[in-house]
C-alpha cells in the first residue's frame, strides 16, 4: 500500500530540548548580540570577524548536542509515512535522527558559502570560517545561513511538498516567522493539521485539527499514537 505523504515544518521548539539556543530571547538579543549584528548582510558588511566568530561558537555548540526523543520519533515514523521535513532550524539534527529528506529553509551552520556565487556549498562539520577562507573564486567565505532581509531559495520547494501533503505536522514554532508561517496556506483545505508545541500558535480554522500542547519529546509519542491509529 502506498504511504501517505506527511509533511513536518519544525521550528526552534524541538531543537531546544537538545540544548541547541533559540534564536532570540523576549530581548530580541541572540546569545547577547542584536541579531542584525550577526544575521543580516549590513552587519555582515560592518563587522565580519564577529559573524564569523558568531556562527563558529554556535556550530561548535550544535556538533556537541544530540538528537532528542522528537527527531527520532518522527525519523522513525518513516517506516509508516513519506515523510518530509521542513525546518526552520539550521543545526542537522533531523539528519542525525535518521531523516534523510530535509529543507532547510533558513540554511544550515554544518556548511559554509561563497559570498560571490551562493551556488558554491561546502562542508564544514565543525570546523570554524576565518576572515581569509575563500572559495575556489577566491571570495571569502560567509556561514550558509539565510540572514534578515535575504530571500529564502527553498520556500518555493518546500510550498510545493506542503501542497502534496496528506498530513501536516507543525512541530516546535511560533509560526510567527514568514515566509514559513505561510506555508499552511498551500496545505488543501481538507487535510489535517497536527500541531505539537507548549504554547499553541494561532492557527486559521481548520475541519481536521489537532493540538497537543506539550514539549517535542513528549508530545510526539502523542502525535505518533494519533497517527497510526488515525492516519494509517
Known amino acids: ?24 530571547d523576549s530581548g530580541g538579543l541572540w546569545e547577547g548580540h542584536d541579531v542584525m549584528e550577526v544575521a543580516s548582510p549590513v552587519g555582515w558588511k560592518k ?21 532528542n526523543i522528537g527527531h527520532q520519533i518522527i525519523a522513525d515514523l518513516d517506516s ?11 543545526d542537522n539534527l533531523h539528519e542525525r535522527a535518521g531523516s534523510d529528506k530535509v529543507i532547510h529553509l533558513h540554511g544550515e551552520l554544518s556548511k559554509a558559502r561563497s559570498t560571490v556565487d551562493p551556488n558554491l556549498v561546502y562542508e564544514l562539520g565543525e570546523k570554524p570560517i576565518l576572515l581569509g577562507d575563500k572559495c575556489e573564486k577566491n571570495s571569502q567565505l560567509r556561514p550558509h545561513i539565510v540572514w534578515f532581509g535575504e530571500p529564502v531559495p527553498a520556500i518555493e520547494l518546500a510550498s510545493a511538498q506542503v501542497a502534496m501533503a496528506d ?10 516567522v514568514y515566509p514559513a508561517a505561510g506555508l499552511l496556506d498551500y496545505l488543501p483545505e481538507d487535510k489535517p493539521v497536527i500541531v505539537v508545541d507548549p504554547q499553541i500558535p494561532e492557527v486559521p480554522y481548520r475541519t481536521k485539527l489537532h493540538f497537543i500542547a506539550e514539549k517535542a519529546s513528549t508530545g510526539m509519542k502523542k502525535c505518533r499514537e494519533l497517527l497510526m491509529s488515525r492516519y494509517m
Open 167 to 176: 498530513i501536516l505536522l507543525v512541530i516546535g514554532t511560533s509560526l510567527a
Open 80 to 90: 509508516y509515512f513519506d515523510i518530509q521535513i521542513i525546518t526552520q532550524n539550521v
Open 47 to 67: 563587522n565580519p570577524e564577529l559573524v564569523l566568530e558568531f556562527y563558529n561558537q554556535r556550530r561548535k555548540q550544535a556538533h556537541h548536542c544530540q538528537p
Open 1 to 24: 500500500m502506498k504511504k501517505k505523504r506527511l509533511c513536518v515544518l519544525s521550528g526552534a521548539g524541538i531543537s531546544a530540548e537538545s540544548g541547541i539556543s533559540t534564536f532570540r
